[in-house]
């Protein structure tokens, strides 16, 4: 008699016992040939397919992704991740439900993917248009905007004279255009904890030129961008 994987993937959350038996269930799926391996394979890559399309949707704002690409770029992950969980299953020692160890693999493919679109269409630097827009994000009124484009002004002198390209390079992705940080560190070759020190540093330098500008207790938006 047929699995029915989705049946199985939508299994009550409650009971480990149940949750030990779902996951073995999409291994031996998996591991599986004929028609059994086939309907395991399309209802694990419609999960995957699924967490790929609400992860690009929220994060494509930042990165201006747009219609089909929005699709391209769920369903590459969605492949990708599947391709790699069936290499890779092995490793799955049944520590947490299956389909929670699965989703790390689509959202680390999504991630990837959408850093580089980032690094294909975007500079190390914004450009004039960008650093415009920024201050009237922040500003709660029209009396602020002055003093936010100043404080923003400062902002873009101390990025390009304070910082390192690789600190310009890192904290334009991350803390102006919300790449996620695991994916800036597969672009560079690099791994989070170090990309986080390169962040760190750099905020640093900032906040000291933002000091030595005159502005002691920046406001909540530049805060949030230094």
Not at 5 to 10: G, L, M
Not at 47 to 58: D, F, I, T
Not at 93 to 107: C, E, L, P
Not at 119 to 138: F, I
Request: glycine share 4%.
């Amino acid at each position: 008699m047929p699995i029915e994987y989705r049946a199985v993937a939508d299994t009550a959350r409650s009971g480990s016992a149940a949750m030990d038996t779902t996951s073995q269930l999409w291994l031996d799926g998996l591991r599986a040939s004929g028609r059994e391996n086939v309907q395991c394979v399309a209802a694990l890559h419609a999960l995957l397919l699924r967490v790929a399309r609400y992860e690009v949707s929220r994060r494509a704002g930042s990165l201006q992704l747009h219609g089909p690409e929005l699709e391209d770029v769920a369903q590459q992950a969605s492949d990708d991740a599947l391709m790699a969980i069936r290499s890779k299953m092995a490793g799955f020692r049944g520590d947490s439900r299956f389909t929670t160890w699965a989703y790390k693999f689509v959202m680390f493919e999504v991630s990837s993917k959408m850093a580089r679109h980032f690094w294909r269409h975007r500079h190390a630097s914004m450009d004039a248009d960008s650093w415009e827009r920024l201050p009237d994000r922040g500003a709660a009124a029209p009396d602020q905007r002055t003093e936010h484009r100043e404080i923003f002004e400062a902002l873009r002198r101390a990025i390009d004279q304070d910082l390192t390209p690789l600190q310009q390079r890192v904290f334009v992705a991350v803390a102006l255009n919300e790449v996620p940080m695991d994916a800036v560190a597969r672009e560079l070759g690099s791994n989070r904890n170090s990309v986080y020190k390169v962040l760190f540093d750099a905020r640093r330098k900032l906040r000291a030129s933002l000091r030595s500008a005159g502005y002691e207790r920046p406001t909540q938006s530049s805060g949030s961008a230094a």
